[in-house]
């Protein structure tokens, strides 16, 4: 007899979707959208809604993937040759490190602001707390700090936006296409609408998916209600971030820093023009945000890593040692705490932050390609397979993030060639 799916109000079926569109929102894309509203008012708010689409596409490929046979996006990827494991082995390894590193310190930063001290205690502290979080606790636990995570960011930065006061017209006008005229106005576009909650994590919801226990056909519905309103708050939540880039940072007239110092030079801004409250609460929404990502990340590309060991060590996805909290799970937590404190003593060296861009670069890509031939095949039953406007989009997907991989992963290399040459 088929089980149906619970008969649950669309509410309560937010989980994993929102937490791989809360993860992939750090920072840096923070800094970007805000730069991208103080450079050029709301002329490209119809990217960051394009970006939105493109990630519901690729997330509920993955998710469908999962739902509609119940393997891991990892025996997708192995079904298609040798290739995919050849390019995913050194990618999770290298790129878990510098991305802990740098996702430590980014945390850090409104730690220090709010209560002093040195960055790089408050990171160690920021990656203790995340690996006795997701190495003693349960997926259940998790999902539900995330989710209050997630609220607190959400909260803060929609509530700044709704005091910046904007012109509803002048936001509106952004829904029309239209490009800056102006130096790489183009690739900056194409990276606005890719940067939308964009990163290794969206191949991990087909495991969150899996903790859940949607992973059954009957869940398809769930899945895709899931996805689509993560997608919906974090294309808000984008969008309140680019009225604050233009209502606030550009009506103050100043340039905001690459990078995640850019959110603490906001966090001046706020204080000069609505005083030390707004400051202090824009400080703790960016600290939710920094410290979802941190989790989401010890947490789903864990389960990735170990689903990848329990293959390619031919016990296979349903191992024990390939589960959450199995030997693999738990090797990769440690692998992601403890060795990229190093680089916290070491100011994250040139290299090392390249290459963290290069690789991520290159994912998006990656997921994309694989995920066309996965879900046009018989690797997926024919009723779960893409229909013609997904293949379009998966394919308007594909096309930009190779563009966007080439030009980012050629600009990282000729910066690294740069700091050779000096």
């Known amino acids: 007899m088929t089980t149906q799916a619970p008969q649950t109000p669309r509410w309560k079926v937010i989980g994993p979707g929102l937490i791989v569109a809360a993860t992939g929102v750090g920072s840096a894309d923070m800094v970007a959208t805000l730069v991208a509203g103080s450079n050029y008012g709301y002329t490209l708010l119809w990217a960051v809604l394009l970006g939105v689409i493109l990630k519901i596409v690729l997330v509920e490929g993955a998710g469908r993937y ?7 996006i990892f025996e ?5 040759g040798r290739w995919p494991v050849w390019y995913f082995a050194p990618y999770i390894v290298i790129w878990g490190f510098v991305y802990a590193a740098s996702a430590m310190s980014s945390t850090a930063l409104p730690l220090v602001a709010l209560f002093g001290g040195q960055t790089w205690m408050w990171a160690v502290a920021t990656g203790l707390i995340a690996f006795v979080l997701v190495w003693f606790g349960r997926y259940k636990v998790f999902e539900k700090i995330s989710a209050a995570l997630v609220g607190l960011m959400f909260v803060t930065i929609v509530i700044l936006a709704i005091i910046a006061a904007p012109n509803v017209l002048q936001v509106l006008s952004g829904v029309v296409p239209l490009i800056p005229d102006a130096p790489n106005a183009v690739f900056y576009t194409l990276a606005l609408a890719g940067g939308v909650g964009g990163t290794i994590t969206l191949a ?8 859940k226990g949607w992973d059954k056909p009957q869940f398809l519905r769930v899945m895709r209600i899931d996805n689509t309103v993560a997608y919906v708050v974090t294309g808000i939540f984008v969008v309140s971030m ?3 880039g233009v209502e606030v940072v550009q009506a103050a007239g100043v340039a905001l820093s690459a990078g995640d110092q850019g959110l603490l030079e906001l966090d001046t801004v706020l204080r000069e023009r609505y005083g030390d409250f707004i400051g202090v609460w824009f400080l703790v929404g960016f600290w939710a945000a920094g410290f979802s990502s941190v989790l989401g990340v010890w947490n789903g590309v864990s389960l990735m890593f170990a689903d990848f060991m329990g293959n390619v060590t031919g016990k296979g996805s349903d191992h024990p040692d390939a589960q959450a909290n199995g030997k693999w799970f738990k090797v990769y937590v440690l692998w992601l705490t403890f060795p990229p404190m190093l680089m916290l003593f070491l100011d994250q060296p040139i290299f090392l932050v390249l290459l963290y861009g290069f690789l991520g670069a290159l994912f998006m890509p990656f997921l994309a390609i694989t995920l066309l031939p996965i879900l046009n095949t018989d690797r997926v039953p024919r009723e779960y397979r893409n229909k013609w406007y997904l293949n379009v989009a998966l394919g308007i997907t594909t096309v930009l993030f190779i563009v966007l991989g080439v030009y980012q992963g050629w600009n990282a290399i000729a910066a690294f060639a740069g700091t050779l040459g000096g």
């Not at 999962?66 to 891991?72: E, N």
């Not at 997708?76 to 298609?80: M, N």
């Not at 991990?204 to 903790?211: H, K, P």
């Open 204 to 211: 991990a919801y087909g495991y969150w998916l899996r903790e």
């Open 66 to 72: 999962t739902v509609a046979t119940g393997r891991t």
């Open 242 to 244: 680019l009225i604050v």
């Open 76 to 80: 997708g990827w192995r079904s298609l």
